[in-house]
């Protein structure tokens, strides 16, 4: 059974939902009478709560036994504060206020009727607490008269806080087994030249020497780096273009790729290894793909007669005749390259564990690397970090289509808010993906959906795997924080 490594990054900010609290502002008038108010702003920080507003005692009307007490209150339906209050007090009232000792038993700021400023900046300033994550700004307005009566009162809302849901997830990062044996392969073609009707490869023709050293060069630098590579073999195969017989063509296809095997076998003195070889008499595959991106005419009907069902000789037959023209173009634009020997050097590549080699080889030579030593290098600096960011860019860029890359990549990708990113990459997994280890890629698919604000979709796919992952419950509780 596969076994894998889960690594847990903090998230950017404490655990659990981070709040951005956002005021919203209104003005509004009480009553007819009343004072107005415009400007208004609740603004948290850690610890405190700033109400500002401005007020307009234009438009209050007050008699001289009359009073009118403007009160700013903080509430949440449940929770209240009184704000800092102002009196409007006509003359014979404020007098008596005064007379009486002038006490209220609460923060109060009195005006004279006619004294009061005709605008004023009001601001307050109170220690804040949790309920005021969800709360409004109330003005509660009571025009007072003869012993203490009411003779009017409202309340209006002037602003209201409301706590925005931020989720803040525990990325899963997988760390995938060591690979037991790191088989690598170069592969590429060597474009020999041969005489008309010749099977043998001559190394002084033209280029030939050139082509049988790139062969060669690969294997020699393997050999001559005995700690880190082991070469384990050559595989040699020989294409010949369809021009000709089907079975003169297989001859020449088998005595190249044979003479091929001699002269990389004689060049390679100090290296004793096994060589292999194939062969392919006619290259259709190679026609097909020259003609499917040509501008030939009647490139349907061609390609038509590749893919059908006639034998070689008569496939070829065919396009002469039929299609003389662009058979002239198939001999001298596309034949030539056909004629060619692919080969494949097999290799071994040793284990690294220092992550400083490792980082090496991630900018020299990261086919070297194995997925998991990849995850060694990142592991070694701070998840979340550029530098770990790019390594796991970087092992994808080597394994495009393994699932733990993938997944791991577009951990990254949301780390940083790049959810387009993150989204492509997933969609690349089918639900079910990563094996027995899939309740991992799921949580992934949950965090994206919850990142991207779909909360109901993603809680039901945290809870489908919060038995066996524990970081889903956790994020099942902060989801439940979103309404």
């Not at 009160?71 to 206020?97: C, F, H, M, Q, S």
């Not at 060591?178 to 041969?194: D, M, P, S, T, W």
């Not at 400083?356 to 970090?385: H, R």
Request: proline content about 4%; hydrophobic content about 40%.
């Amino acid at each position: 059974m596969r076994k894998y490594i889960l690594t847990l990054s903090a998230a950017i900010l404490a655990a659990g939902a981070s709040y951005a609290q956002k005021p919203v502002n209104r003005t509004a008038d009480v009553f007819a009478g009343g004072v107005r108010t415009s400007n208004v702003t609740l603004t948290p920080t850690s610890t405190m709560l700033n109400v500002t507003m401005d007020i307009d005692y234009s438009a209050a009307t007050v008699g001289n036994k009359e009073s009118l007490d403007i009160v700013p209150v903080l509430t949440d339906g449940t929770n209240v504060k009184e704000l800092p209050a102002i009196g409007l007090y006509g003359g014979r009232r404020y007098w008596k206020y005064l007379r009486d000792g002038g006490k209220t038993g609460r923060n109060f700021k009195l005006y004279k009727e006619g004294k009061a400023p005709k605008t004023e900046h009001y601001t307050a300033n109170v220690p804040y607490e949790s309920w005021m994550d969800n709360c409004q700004l109330l003005l509660r307005q009571t025009s007072r008269g003869c012993c203490n009566s009411t003779l009017n009162q409202g309340v209006s809302t002037l602003a209201a806080l409301k706590k925005e849901f931020k989720f803040s997830p525990d990325f899963l990062y997988v760390q995938p087994v060591a690979e037991a044996v790191k088989l690598r392969a170069e592969q590429g073609e060597a474009h020999l030249e041969y005489a008309v009707g010749k099977g043998k490869v001559d190394p002084k023709f033209k280029d030939n020497a050139a082509e049988i050293q790139k062969i060669t060069d690969i294997v020699n630098m393997l050999a001559a780096n005995k700690d880190e590579y082991k070469v384990k073999g050559i595989n040699l195969k020989g294409y010949a273009s369809p021009d000709g017989k089907f079975a003169t063509n297989e001859k020449l296809a088998m005595a190249r790729t044979g003479s091929l095997k001699i002269l990389v076998k004689n060049a390679l003195k100090n290296v004793d290894i096994p060589i292999t070889t194939d062969y392919e008499a006619e290259d259709w595959n190679g026609v097909r793909g020259f003609v499917e991106a040509s501008s030939l005419d009647n490139k349907d009907e061609i390609l038509a007669l590749i893919d059908g069902n006639l034998s070689p000789d008569q496939k070829e037959q065919k396009l002469r005749k039929d299609y003389p023209q662009q058979f002239r173009t198939l001999l001298d634009e596309c034949f030539p390259a056909l004629r060619r020997s692919s080969y494949e050097v097999n290799y071994e590549v040793a284990s690294y564990a220092d992550v400083n080699q490792i980082k090496d080889k991630i900018n020299s030579n990261p086919k070297d690397l194995s997925l998991n030593e990849f995850f060694l290098a990142a592991n070694s600096v701070a998840k979340g970090s550029p530098e770990f960011n790019s390594i796991m860019e970087k092992a994808l860029a080597q394994y495009p289509n393994n699932e733990i890359a993938i997944v791991n990549a577009a951990n990254a990708a949301m780390s940083i808010g790049d959810l387009s990113k993150a989204g492509q990459l997933l969609s690349k997994i089918k639900d079910g993906g990563l094996s027995k280890e899939a309740s991992y890629f799921t949580y992934a698919k949950a965090v994206y959906e919850a990142l991207s604000g779909n909360f109901a979709k993603a809680a039901s796919m945290f809870t489908s795997i919060k038995d066996k992952v524990p970081e889903a419950a956790a994020a099942l509780a902060q989801l439940a924080k979103a309404n």
